[in-house]
């Protein structure tokens, strides 16, 4: 087998066991699913799993930062001419969008990931602070800079604008209450209101 051939086989299998995964902790969360019947429907073995993700949580770790860094795709390249309030206003209308266009995996993600705690939790921490909120933190800056917004730190106001989209998504997930795309976007405006800069 040729050297090529082998890393397409090993990328074979990694998606494999990605998908077989997915599936699993979809469909009964991440205590319920074991490695033997993940490794059985992506037709290969533990020791494959323990070698390309180094553990159960190491594989949700990964599943975590794939599904957020899809997210954080989604978040870039924000409407380069128009004010920092409006492309703050299209990146949280994205941000709730992409949401509810794969609610059933973030759900599933989100109700996980705070059971979990520990590792799978600092990661998806990490990968939303790093990933997620750039394309906010940049224009937030940038508005900053420019004079548009009221000069402050970055990061609590980008917290802030999370903060208030989070809240929405999470009291969803967690209790069921209804969501549309332009309540947090209100509320997220109102928000806005006290950073723009007064002539």
């Known amino acids: 087998m040729s050297l090529e051939a082998a890393g397409t086989r090993e990328v074979e299998v990694k998606d494999r066991i ?3 995964a997915l599936h ?12 033997r019947e993940i490794s059985a429907d992506a037709q290969t073995t533990k020791p494959m799993i323990y070698y390309y993700f180094g553990s159960k949580e190491g594989l949700y770790e990964s599943i975590v930062r794939q599904i957020l860094g899809e997210m954080a795709v989604a978040l ?5 001419e128009a004010t920092a309030c409006n492309r703050v206003l299209s ?3 994205r941000y709730v969008d992409y949401f509810l ?15 979990l705690g520990g590792a799978p939790m600092a990661a998806f921490a990490q990968t939303l602070g ?7 933190d940049a224009v937030l800056r940038h508005g900053m800079e420019s004079g548009e917004l009221v000069r402050d730190h970055v990061f609590p106001c980008s917290t802030a604008i999370t903060g208030i989209l989070n809240i929405f998504i999470l009291a969803h997930v967690f209790g069921g ?6 309540a947090p976007l209100i509320q997220v405006h109102r928000y806005l209101a006290g950073l723009v800069a007064q002539p």
């Open 76 to 80: 870039e390249d924000l409407p380069a």
């Open 177 to 182: 209450a209804a969501i549309d795309r332009t």
């Open 101 to 115: 266009a794969n609610e059933d995996v973030i759900a599933l993600v989100l109700r996980e990931v705070f059971g």
């Open 24 to 35: 699993h902790f979809s469909l009964k969360g991440f205590a319920a699913s074991s490695l």
């Open 18 to 20: 990605f998908a077989s």
């Open 91 to 93: 990146y949280c209308q």
């Open 130 to 136: 790093e990933r997620v909120r750039q394309p906010l």
